[in-house]
């Protein structure tokens, strides 16, 4: 008898719920409420029952079956759920729910999504152009251009890790893009991928070092030398 019970437990089946859908129903203005009420209507379609009334949906819930029809109101003034006209062979016409709207919803969020971080990387794109011509005071040519390009697309370095290296170059007074190529390429064979390693890396190499002999110029002063860490010859 238990393993009778339990077949007819599994034969009741399931529902599938997308994660796209758990992961963005706070983004398309839903509640934790209504979220359970599309997922119980989307399990009475499943068993055929296409227009569940409110009592029907407060049966499987925790709220009463009127406020089962004011989510429903909410939800079709949302637009996430909307109502069908069904004409049969025999010229009945039925009703019947539909979550068409709900997926077309989410659909257009995450395009507009996709299409802001897009947005948002051509903008950094841009801003770094910008960055390269304030610091070199001229346009850059096709050539620099193309080569700014490679960083990002080929050799898949961040742009404000670009950022950084250009600094690094400013600092070390050696403002020409082969030296801050090999910068970037240092930077990558030695794990660098963040702001803070960068800073820690290149201040490691401009920190003075005391010199065993300071040279004496001919005036008979004494001359101290700050090492200088020339990223070509690394």
């Avoid at 399931?14 to 859908?21: N, R, W, Y």
């Avoid at 390009?149 to 082969?178: C, T, Y």
């Avoid at 660098?192 to 003075?208: L, V």
Wanted: glycine content about 6%; overall charge negative; some cysteine.
């Amino acid at each position: 008898m238990e393993k009778k019970k339990v077949a007819e437990w599994l034969a009741q089946g399931s529902v599938a719920v997308p994660k796209l859908l758990l992961n963005h129903y706070k983004q398309l203005g839903l509640s934790e409420a209504e979220l359970v009420l599309l997922l119980h209507m989307q399990s009475f379609f499943e068993q055929g029952i296409t227009f569940p009334t409110p009592a029907e949906l407060a049966e499987r819930m925790t709220v009463p079956a009127a406020e089962c029809m004011e989510m429903m109101r909410r939800l079709l003034r949302k637009g996430m759920v909307a109502i069908e006209e069904h004409t049969d062979e025999r010229g009945i016409r039925s009703e019947k729910y539909t979550l068409e709207p709900l997926w077309e919803q989410l659909v257009h969020h995450l395009y507009a999504e996709a299409a802001k971080d897009e947005c948002g990387g051509q903008q950094e794109e841009e801003s770094l152009y910008t960055v390269f011509e304030q610091e070199f005071g001229r346009p850059l040519s096709p050539f620099e251009c193309e080569t700014l390009a490679m960083w990002i697309d080929q050799d898949g370095h961040e742009p404000a890790i670009i950022k950084a290296a250009l600094r690094e170059a400013v600092l070390s007074g050696k403002l020409n893009f082969r030296y801050i190529d090999r910068i970037l390429f240092e930077w990558k064979k030695n794990g660098i991928r963040t702001i803070e390693q960068a800073h820690d890396y290149g201040k490691k190499f401009r920190k003075p070092k005391p010199l065993a002999r300071p040279a004496k110029q001919e005036t008979g002063e004494f001359k101290q030398t700050i090492p200088f860490f020339n990223w070509l010859d690394s």
